[in-house]
């Protein structure tokens, strides 16, 4: 089972992190697009600051999953630095617990959101605003994956990379 959840936490993570980098990248260009087409053109995109805040939503809940696998989330780091033994241990699944918690509570009042505005659409576009709300719930699920890797394999590069 492990195995498996490892194998599954490392395709899952690679592929949030290459698609938070490409909504960067994305991101970006309409940034850039957005500049262009109004100081340039004088054609200002009626499109492109609604498209760049929904697309950011999902760059942060992909980047979050990174973030938990890889122990670079805001965590207590004084009790698991000055923490040895049976007490690491407890101090580890707390944090675990508390994390799984919070993402089970994003995970269920997401999938209630995206279900209450599924019918609704941006302003400039004709796009459901359930795909953008759909970041939360889809971002925390696997998120939720990646805790449990990290419990169970931890990469503590905030710790490592603390003074």
Do not use: K
């Not at 944090?95 to 799984?100: D, E, P, R, Y």
Request: with cysteine; net charge positive; glycine share 6%.
């Amino acid at each position: 089972m492990r195995h498996t959840i490892l194998t599954l936490d490392r395709w899952l993570t690679s592929l949030a992190w290459t698609l938070a980098c490409g909504l960067l990248a994305a991101i970006s260009a309409l940034g850039m697009w957005q500049v262009v087409a109004r100081f340039v053109l004088s054609q200002p995109s009626t499109w492109t600051e609604e498209s760049m805040r929904r697309l950011l939503i999902w760059m942060v809940m992909l980047g979050t999953v990174v973030a938990f696998r890889r122990g670079a989330l805001v965590s207590v780091d004084l009790m698991l630095r000055s923490a040895r033994g049976a007490w690491l241990t407890t101090v580890r699944w707390i944090i675990t617990t508390t994390a799984l918690a919070y993402l089970a509570v994003l995970v269920w009042f997401g999938v209630g959101l995206v279900t209450r505005v599924r019918f609704q659409t941006f302003a400039s576009m004709e796009l459901s605003m359930g795909w953008a709300y759909a970041a939360l719930p889809v971002g925390a699920a696997l998120a939720m994956v990646a805790v449990v890797a990290h419990h169970l394999q931890p990469i503590n590069e905030e710790l490592e990379a603390a003074q």
